[in-house]
């Protein structure tokens, strides 16, 4: 059996299309409202007889009534195109949102194989100073710390814990593992002294 032509998915050119057709039907009924100001300012509503009951002769009737009809005309088709550029519109948006949906679905779904790989983080980098000790050693904000010398999530109870670690391991290079990008990276860092506040930053 033949398919209808209208249940082939709209495409953002279909759309495009539509608009254009809206532009030059705005065109044309601007046009013809030009036309009718042309004559004597003769509206939509105008008489078109004189006081007396006679066609004026002012003014071109044919020309009149053609621009008239041709207006009418036009905002029908005009309104009609408004209704499909909404319906395309909204077939576009509902497309768009299940796609979207698909991905994000898709996306989690690859989220928790990987995360079902990588270990358990317990804790965050919130901030690092730039020039600091962390900043060279290569650390990132948003970097989750799987492990830091001998801390991981088994014997992390709170950033104490660290602290400790990190004021006895002075000068001395410390293995810290983190989780970036849904990736495990290494990252050798050496608590020392320098110009800010800790022996990190």
Avoid at 49 to 71: C, K, M, S, W
Avoid at 113 to 138: E, Y
Wanted: charged share 25%.
């Amino acid at each position: 059996m033949a398919q209808p032509c209208g249940s082939r998915p709209v495409t953002i050119s279909d759309v495009q299309q539509l608009v254009k057709k809206k532009d030059e039907i705005e065109a044309q009924i601007k046009a013809c409202y030009e036309l009718l100001e042309s004559q004597k300012g003769v509206g939509m509503n105008e008489p078109l007889v004189d006081a007396e009951g006679f066609p004026r002769d002012d003014i071109d009737l044919y020309q009149v009534r053609t621009a008239r009809h041709n207006i009418i005309c036009l905002q029908n088709d005009h309104k009609a195109l408004m209704k499909q550029v909404e319906e395309a519109l909204h077939q576009l948006h509902a497309r768009e949102k299940e796609k979207h949906a698909k991905d994000e679905a898709e996306a989690l779904a690859e989220a928790m194989s990987q995360n079902q790989s990588l270990p358990q983080a317990f804790a965050k980098v919130n901030t690092v100073t730039p020039g600091s000790p962390a900043s060279v050693s290569g650390l990132q904000v948003d970097d989750e710390i799987v492990e830091f010398g001998s801390v991981n999530v088994n014997n992390f109870q709170n950033l104490q814990n660290i602290a400790t670690v990190v004021q006895h391991s002075e000068g001395r290079p410390l293995s810290v593992t983190v989780i970036r990008g849904g990736k495990k990276v290494h990252v050798g860092l050496t608590p020392k002294r320098w110009a800010g506040k800790g022996l990190l930053g």
